[in-house]
């Protein structure tokens, strides 16, 4: 590909910051070996991990219990489109686990933060126990922009459904209706009945499959 990329998966680290829980942030910019980043269309969140040398014990500065915020911001040189730029420095990142820390040089240990979207921790601590009402894209749609549930403030792309649903949620997280909504939404448009909800980085999708293959 023509522009510069050297090789696959070449990238700039534009920014790489770590917030702990008691306030402080530390730029890991320089101490990041390996980020790799991951997004399906079988998954409801991006997730990813990076493989830190740590000269700083940042353990001790935190300490790394699995609340700490992950700031990021990655482009790749041969694009200046911004669009082409990855910018989670709004819609930061959650770290949810560190593995065991290993000594690869003398002062440096080494380890693997795992982070994901914020929206998908949130969803292990939220419960739905109402009354629900409305199309599924409705549905959808308020259990990720509710302040009660994922409040998420990303970009959401959903295909409109038909008809209307009644149900009691019965004490379920918020990313379950979602799915269920998947299983039952039907397409307004063409009467497509399987639906797909992933994320991306340009935000979230809750789509049919005959509205993806449109784009192809």
Known sequence: MAGGINEAGDFKLEDARIKTTTG????????IIAL??????????VTGTILLQ???ALTSIGPIIGQEYLYLKISTKSFTDET???????NVFLVHSMSTRKQIAPGVQ?????????ELIKNQRKKVTQSLTGSWSDLVEQMLRDEKYLNT????????????????????????????????????????PTFLFYETFDGFHFRSLASIYNEL
Do not use: M, W
Request: charged share 20%; proline share 3%.
């Open 153 to 192: 403030t990303k970009n959401i792309l959903i295909e409109r459904t038909a008809g209307v649903k009644r149900f009691v949620a019965p004490n379920i997280r918020p990313l379950d209706v979602v799915v269920l909504g998947t299983k039952q939404a039907i397409a307004q448009t063409g009467g497509e």
């Open 36 to 45: 790799t980043i991951f997004e399906d269309v079988q998954s409801s969140a």
């Open 84 to 90: 082409a730029v990855i910018d989670f420095t709004k």
């Open 54 to 56: 740590d000269s700083f």
């Open 110 to 118: 080494g380890y693997v933060l795992s982070f994901a979207s914020q």
């Open 24 to 31: 402080q942030i530390v730029n890991l910019t320089t101490s």
